[in-house]
């Protein structure tokens, strides 16, 4: 999986977790919560549907790499390349 | 000094034949009922009335997914309340507004869905929802209108079974006579079609009515009833004490004057009849008034077997000689929305003191002998002659009765 594909992967979870945003212009470098009305339950949706949909978990310790799109794709590519191997 | 006195000044309703109290009212007075027909988990189809109000009207799509559709139909109430009242809201403190909602239960619907969303992972809780205890605490609904409408003051719900949406009026006009608000999101909301236990549970008991053509199966006080309909809605009041209402030039729709609430002390599901007119007499006797003074009686009647001859030989026993108390029920037309429907009933029955049209009870074909109540509204509405008081009744599992009695705001 190439890291714009994972990208695509978290705006799909965002969209449906949060139907309400605009999501066609997310910056990947900027903080999602700063462009997004997001809240931690909100984050906490992201890392439930990564578990449901794609097995994958992220550990508590390790949210924080969940805090922009950029660094979301950094951290979870390379999981979604060992659940696929 | 203040007269202790506490008006309505706005109402807000969802029930299965109406999102509004003009079209609800219009619905009850033109015998249209509206059951529709819910395929449940567990059990197949079931008859259920079903709310189709507008949720984003005033909620975003993220807070209906988060928030509860209890804590959606009262947001839903709540604000149809607030701008039928008037209320110039951006100048309210609103630290001094309370809501009080009566609830049957809450939390079942919510619990029962995660239950069934880990058993697709084979019941590993790490599947189970951080938004289950938001969503499940029994304040819920009350608290998602402090959050939409950004009230400060007190908030809770009131648990009282089938009697609550009479006990969250109550409770509201309490605070406001102890001077701890100024004005009360009072009512009662019911989420409880969307829960599989609570159709389970009346099944179980006997008690879920069932009938080819659901709009026919609420059949209170008739000989072939056969149960309950369960349904889901909402009704909340703005409560205002009389003289802040009457400064501002409110709108008032009546007075609430006098209530009761009591318990059976004796079975957990079985009526009684002797405490139930207890009940209703001591709210008429506070409320200033004398049983003949009542022009309209609101049943409780769920259309069971037991429920409906309970509440009868009560209303026989206290109303037996007055010749001008009409008798009516709302459950026949939109079955029991529970929490709501103490609250919601009686939204049916405050227009008449405007238009002095009393709405029937419908689907009554044959009347068990034992149902029999002079005036029983049937079928078709009535016009009154007088209408300055209205009796609403309400009662609950756990033996809870209560009685509310409204009169025409006279100044």
């Not at chain 2, 004796?266 to 009849?273: E, G, H, I, S």
């Not at chain 2, 002095?356 to 002998?369: A, G, S, W």
Request: glycine residues 8%; proline residues 4%; contains cysteine.
């Amino acid at each position: 999986m190439t890291k714009d594909a994972c990208k695509q992967i978290v705006i799909d979870i965002i969209a449906e977790i949060a139907p309400d945003e605009d999501l066609s212009d997310v910056k990947p470098d900027v903080p999602l919560r700063d462009q997004l009305e997001l809240d931690s339950m909100d984050f906490l949706d992201i890392v439930m549907e990564l578990r449901k949909k794609y097995g994958i978990e992220v550990p508590e310790e390790e949210y924080l790499q969940l805090a922009s799109l950029e660094s979301s794709a950094e951290y979870l590519t390379p999981k979604f390349n060992a659940v696929n191997a | 000094m203040e007269s202790g006195r506490i008006v309505i000044t706005g109402i807000g309703l969802t029930a299965p034949n109406g999102n509004s109290p003009a079209e609800f009212r219009e619905n009850l007075l033109a015998g249209r009922p509206r059951i529709g027909t819910l395929d449940m988990r567990y059990i197949g189809p079931v008859p259920a009335g079903i709310c189709d109000f507008d949720a984003l009207r005033y909620q975003t799509r993220k807070e209906l997914r988060v928030g509860t559709r209890a804590g959606s139909i009262g947001v839903y109430c709540a604000r149809e309340a607030l701008a039928d009242s008037g209320i110039d809201w951006a100048r309210r403190d609103t630290s001094r507004v309370g809501v009080y909602l009566g609830i049957t239960e809450h939390g079942n619907v919510e619990t029962e869905n995660e239950v069934y969303n880990i058993s697709l992972y084979d019941y590993d809780t790490r599947f189970w929802s951080h938004h289950h205890n938001p969503r499940t605490v029994a304040n819920n609904p009350a608290g998602e209108v402090t959050m939409n409408l950004k009230i400060t003051g007190p908030h809770y719900t009131i648990g009282a079974a089938c009697a609550a949406g009479n006990a969250g009026i109550i409770q509201g006009l309490q605070m406001l006579r102890l001077d701890e608000v100024d004005l009360a999101f009072v009512g009662g909301v019911s989420e409880s079609i969307h829960t599989f236990g609570i159709f389970a549970g009346f099944k179980s008991q006997g008690a879920l009515a069932h009938h080819d053509d659901p709009n026919k199966a609420s059949r209170p006080f008739d000989l072939d009833r056969n149960g309950i309909v369960v349904s889901e809605g909402g009704c909340i009041y703005t409560l205002e004490r009389v003289e802040d209402a009457v400064a501002r030039g409110a709108h008032i729709y009546a007075e609430a004057s006098g209530y009761h609430i009591n318990s059976d002390a004796k079975d957990a599901v079985l009526p009684n009849f002797e405490r139930q007119a207890e009940c209703m007499s001591a709210a008429i006797k506070r409320a200033g008034l004398r049983p003949h003074d009542i022009h309209i009686i609101n049943t409780h009647a769920t259309a069971t077997p037991q429920g409906d001859i309970q509440e009868c030989l009560a209303i026989r026993k206290i109303f037996r000689d007055c010749g001008e108390t009409y008798i009516n029920n709302a459950k026949s037309f939109i079955g029991h929305s529970m929490g709501a429907a103490g609250a919601l009933e009686l939204a049916g029955n405050i227009p008449s003191f405007e238009d002095y049209l009393v709405h029937p009870t419908i689907n009554l074909d044959k009347l068990d002998d034992q149902c029999y109540l002079p005036r029983l509204v049937i079928n078709q509405p009535v016009r009154a002659d007088r209408v300055d008081a209205i009796l609403n009744n309400s009662f609950g599992m756990l033996g809870i009765n209560s009685a509310l009695v409204i009169k025409r705001f006279t100044g």
